[in-house]
């Protein structure tokens, strides 16, 4: 039986595809939200420190699983078929919320700098360095709808190098944790603007949900309270009340159905019972994240776009990034761990931009609670990797560690790119994603840069001893992935128009990180939803009833 | 209990199926039962034990024999590390000829220094294999106990975790037996 047409079919629920069900439901429109993985819950927290969505050591708790969806890796090492747990496979979690579900949760504005990366630094060798052709006023009422309708708490007050803002934040911070007792009053030594991390995470209730725990499951994990916030419990509810909205789980999209003349006519996707269902609608908005979307337009062939929709001048895939994460950890002489979650709680964004010589830099936090596994990584370098010695090592440091890090601000590259395999598909049949390229060595420049401050910032602290740890140059994608179907002014340099529409269809968006140009010196969820929001309201403000106005 | 032994000489069975499928080795494989492992066999078992403490050795805290982390290896590789099966025989069987060429006996029965000793040739002569190792060795011994290592919580207990968690429920899934 052929399924009820819609207004709008929107592929992947996360951030971006999350908020537009809501606002296009909201305004009336009929709306199936696609999702490939689960509905997940509060109860589905389990803290597993094996097996979650940051240590994926025993498999992803929030998809995609292992069985069934494989990509290829190009490296110095050639090709490699890579799980959805593996590192290299750059994932993002599918469930419903997306990476929202299970994140760490932090809650930035972008600069006014980060969308005008190329006139503020001029063209960077090999980089694909850009403006957005949006600027930071276009997105601003949108960060502060994202901000409001879905919850930010924190105090940014503080922080002399944020943009404008209209209002302040909903929600207090957090109380200041250990770590924060201790970074706060050297930051201000050092001259710096140490401030309140904002976090998408309930301080105080709000909006019918619990305040945060201070738990040590954070990041990776489900909340157990509900009081860290995503798109799962917020504006994807929303979009179910309005009645307009229909979400389907465990559904995977094959392509997008186009018309004899190349308009969308709807998507192919199997069911949970991996029947191929064909949903009918007078627009496709793509949200996969920036790999899937990527590799989701790729796969749709047609006539008049043999190579993939929306890729006509071969951009679509390109630029792939993410961030960079340089840190330093400082070894205290006494116990810095107080088991206060999150633990990230306090930043500074005296390194975003204006660093002699560099073309950018990024925000610096205190990172999140390591569980004893993760703390495997925090081990210095002059420490052996066994015996005696690591042991000693880790029953001494464990509770006296602090981390800094940050997402540096990366240079996107033309040939740091998603492809689709010719050879190895997916259990649906679906060729994979392919996926090859590094980072610019200018982006671990910076990286190095920052790492240094963030050492500095320990020793003033007070650390005893302190180390670097420096990326290496293999290409940047996972949970931050970005820059895959960039949005621009010019059809032969960029994917999508500035309101988020293909340049070669008036009826396909792409909405999420895969339209960003840069990415920032930040954690780009916020971003990713208040360009969706913003991206909604030119798709309703185009909206005839039937159709987009071209 | 009928149905757990039954599990368990199916676990056996199995393990010794994959294991012939995939070497040539000797060892009394054929025999149901012969090993207390799922995949390993009881000499491959007392081996990955062996440097597994190497890996984490006890002191005033236990190590990781105590640990179980070889329980924890041995269950894995039933289950996501499957892909991982070929690598350990075969890393295994190069300790203990690295251990016979070195000092003429099987790791296990080697005093502590030497077995450091071949250790240490092995991180450099078969790094993939001691990688997983070292890995899976650090899971089995700080990792959650449900996964059949860090027996009664003893690394969380050395560095000072609190547990059980004060906070939220307590429905997640128990530790498993081994």
């Not at chain 1, 290299?88 to 600069?111: D, E, I, K, L, P």
């Amino acid at each position: 039986m052929a399924l009820k047409h819609v207004n709008a079919l929107i592929v992947g629920a996360g951030a971006g595809g999350g908020v537009v069900a809501k606002e296009l439901a909201a305004a009336g429109l009929s709306v199936v939200l696609l999702e490939r993985g689960n509905w997940y819950s509060a109860a589905d927290c389990r803290k597993d420190d094996l097996r979650n969505q940051r240590t994926t050591v025993l498999g992803n708790a929030f998809g995609p699983d292992d069985d069934r969806n494989p990509r290829v890796l190009v490296d110095d090492r050639g090709e490699t078929v890579v799980w959805p747990s593996e590192s290299g496979y750059s994932n993002n979690a599918a469930c419903v919320g997306g990476g929202t579900f299970s994140y760490g949760a932090q809650a930035w504005r972008y600069m006014e700098r980060d969308f005008r990366m190329r006139s503020t630094y001029r063209a960077v060798a090999g980089s694909t360095l850009e403006d957005w052709p949006i600027a930071y006023s276009d997105l601003e009422p949108y960060y502060e709808k994202a901000e409001w309708e879905l919850g930010v708490s924190g105090d940014v007050s503080n922080n002399i190098f944020q943009a404008r803002r209209n209002r302040g934040l909903p929600m207090p911070p957090l109380s200041p944790n250990k770590e924060y007792q201790i970074l706060l009053p050297a930051a201000k030594r050092l001259g710096w603007h140490p401030f309140d991390l904002p976090m998408l995470r309930n301080s105080v209730p709000y909006n019918g949900r619990a305040a945060c725990m201070r738990c040590r499951w954070c990041v990776g994990f489900a909340c157990e309270v509900n009081a860290r916030t995503g798109t799962h419990n917020t504006v994807i509810p929303a979009a179910l009340a309005t009645g307009n909205c229909e979400v389907r789980t465990g559904s995977m999209t094959r392509e997008i159905l186009l018309d004899e003349r190349g308009q969308a006519s709807g998507v192919a996707y199997f069911d949970p019972q991996n029947r191929l269902q064909r949903q009918t609608a007078d627009l496709v908005i793509v949200s996969c994240g920036a790999v899937e979307s990527a590799r989701l337009l790729l796969n749709t062939r047609h006539r008049l776009f043999p190579n993939g929709l929306g890729n006509r001048y071969d951009w679509v895939g390109r630029n792939l990034h993410a961030h960079t994460y340089p840190a330093a950890a400082g070894l205290f002489d006494y116990d810095t761990y107080d088991d206060i979650g999150p633990g990230a709680s306090i930043a500074i964004c005296d390194f975003n931009h204006g660093n002699p010589g560099l073309a950018g830099g990024g925000m610096l936090a205190n990172e999140f609670i390591r569980l004893p596994y993760q703390f495997m990584n925090q081990v210095p370098p002059w420490v052996p990797r066994w015996g005696q010695a690591h042991k000693d090592f880790v029953r001494t440091a464990y509770k006296r560690t602090v981390t800094i890090m940050g997402p540096v601000q990366e240079m996107p590259m033309f040939d740091a790119r998603v492809e689709v395999d010719p050879k190895v598909k997916d259990y649906w049949g679906i060729p994979v994603a392919r996926l090859s390229g590094k980072k610019h060595p200018h982006t671990l420049e910076i990286a190095r840069f920052t790492a240094g401050k963030a050492e500095t910032w320990l020793k003033e602290a007070g650390a005893v001893r302190t180390w670097q740890r420096i990326p290496g140059p293999s290409l940047s994608g996972g949970q931050h992935q970005a820059g895959t179907c960039r949005m621009g002014n010019d059809p032969k340099t960029s994917v999508v128009d500035r309101d988020c529409r293909l340049h070669d269809v008036d009826n396909v968006y792409v909405i999420d990180a895969s339209v960003h140009v840069t990415n920032g010196g930040f954690n780009p969820v916020l971003t990713i939803l208040a360009n969706a929001y913003r991206a909604s309201h030119h798709l309703l403000e185009a909206w005839k009833g039937s159709k987009v106005r071209s | 209990m009928p149905n757990s032994r039954r599990q368990f000489l199916h676990a056996s069975l199995s393990a010794a199926v994959a294991g012939s499928a995939i070497s040539c080795g000797s060892g009394p494989r054929g025999r149901p039962g012969a090993s207390p492992w799922r995949f390993f066999t009881a000499e491959e078992g007392q081996t990955v034990d062996a440097i597994c403490e190497q890996i984490i050795p006890v002191d005033r805290d236990p190590g990781a024999k105590e640990a179980r982390a070889v329980n924890y290896i041995d269950i894995q590789l039933t289950r996501p590390f499957k892909r991982y099966q070929k690598a350990y025989r075969e890393g295994i069987a190069a300790v203990d000829a690295a251990s016979r060429e070195k000092f003429g006996r099987r790791f296990v029965e080697l005093p502590a220094g030497q077995q450091t000793e071949v250790l240490a040739d092995i991180e450099k002569s078969s790094s993939a294999f001691f990688e997983l190792i070292l890995a899976h060795t650090r899971q089995g011994f700080y990792g959650d106990p449900r996964h059949g290592g860090n027996r009664n919580r003893v690394s969380w207990k050395m560095i000072g975790v609190p547990f059980p968690p004060i906070r939220g429920r307590e429905h997640y899934d128990q530790p498993k037996a081994g």
